[in-house]
């Protein structure tokens, strides 16, 4: 079955009610198999800023982030019901439903390739996801348009993790 991994925006939950808009555009979508994979959004936020203030460790606010895209990966299971939940890669590489939310935290905590730094981010976990899977396409779900050149709109690593992804480009759910 042919993939395309999503990334969307933590930041795109606090645009207001996207449920009814998200499942527009996977019906919209539906040529491949979608597999959803949720930024930490504001949960993130609140791991970087306690980091700084508690003086967490890069590994110890590595893990956290990755949680904060857990419990947003959970949120858009509640907005998309009918989307398969996985948090597991195999269950995700057996799966034949149309769309998937991929909590992708427990895959991205036991890989010890993925550094432990704010430089990589579901952006560029998204796009390993993607080459691993050999997705057709990856699109980022951003909360505005902007270019993967531009500074601070993909994190640090994203090119050189997309590199070998077939298609990446970039959309919001705006009307």
Do not use: Y
């Amino acid at each position: 079955m042919s993939r395309r991994v999503v990334k969307l925006g933590g930041s795109v939950l606090r645009a207001g009610q996207i449920g009814p808009t998200l499942k527009v555009w996977l019906e919209e979508n539906d040529d491949l198999q979608n597999i959803i994979v949720v930024g930490g959004g504001s949960f993130a936020d609140v791991v970087r800023e306690l980091q700084g203030l508690q003086n967490l460790g890069e590994q110890q606010s590595h893990e956290l982030a990755c949680h904060a895209m857990s419990l947003n990966a959970k949120v858009v299971s509640c907005l998309i019901p009918e989307a398969e939940f996985c948090d597991r890669i195999s269950q995700l590489e057996n799966s034949q439903s149309s769309n998937i939310i991929f909590d992708a935290a427990q895959w991205t905590i036991g890989k010890s390739d993925i550094p432990a730094s704010w430089d990589f981010t579901s952006d560029s976990i998204a796009a390993r996801l993607a080459s691993e899977l050999d997705a057709a396409e990856l699109v980022l779900i951003k909360s505005r348009m902007g270019s993967i050149g531009e500074p601070g709109f993909v994190d640090a690593h994203f090119t050189k993790e997309a590199r070998s992804v077939k298609s990446v480009r970039v959309c919001t759910l705006n009307a």
